[in-house]
């Protein structure tokens, strides 16, 4: 998990690849678990974006992978959207403790996620 500041306040981060040749299954087996969890669900033809309140996970699809970045704008709503994430996923493959291991993001890229995230997060009055 990394921590950073963005305009904000403090968002916290993580990101996890699933190595499988059965990205678009696990994808959709993902979306239909948590349903009922999200606020919205927008859906591309290779990035599915589910909105929670104050936290959203990317779930990027490639040939042999899932990538997924998870952001939160408190600690208890990260823990909370990266356990369910992680029940989802352990329901669909095999040996969840060895292909889904969470990681900091890559330092190059945090503030143009930082300036993103400005654009995603709506301040409660």
Same mark, same amino acid.
């Given at each position: 998990?990394?921590?950073?500041?963005?305009?904000?306040?403090?968002?916290?981060?993580?990101?996890?690849?699933?190595?499988?040749? +059965?990205?678009?299954?696990?994808? %959709? @087996?993902?979306?239909?678990?948590?349903? *009922?969890?999200? !606020?919205? /669900? #927008?859906?591309?033809?290779?990035?599915? +974006?589910?909105?929670?309140?104050? %936290? @959203?996970?990317?779930?990027?699809?490639? *040939?042999?992978? !899932?990538? /997924? #970045?998870?952001?939160?704008?408190?600690?208890?709503?990260?823990?909370?959207?990266?356990?369910?994430?992680?029940?989802?996923?352990?329901?669909?493959?095999?040996?969840?403790?060895?292909?889904?291991?969470?990681?900091?993001?890559?330092?190059?890229?945090?503030?143009?996620?930082?300036?993103?995230?400005?654009?995603?997060?709506?301040?409660?009055?």
């Amino acid at each position: 998990m990394q921590i950073h500041q963005s305009l904000l306040g403090v968002i916290h981060v993580a990101e996890a690849s699933i190595i499988d040749d +059965r990205s678009e299954q696990i994808a %959709a @087996h993902i979306r239909t678990r948590l349903h *009922d969890y999200c !606020l919205s /669900i #927008r859906e591309t033809q290779s990035e599915m +974006r589910l909105t929670f309140d104050h %936290a @959203h996970a990317i779930m990027t699809r490639a *040939d042999d992978s !899932l990538n /997924i #970045r998870l952001e939160a704008r408190d600690l208890a709503m990260f823990c909370g959207v990266k356990m369910i994430l992680q029940l989802a996923i352990s329901s669909v493959i095999s040996r969840p403790q060895e292909a889904l291991v969470w990681r900091a993001p890559a330092l190059l890229d945090l503030y143009e996620r930082s300036r993103r995230q400005t654009e995603n997060f709506v301040e409660e009055p």
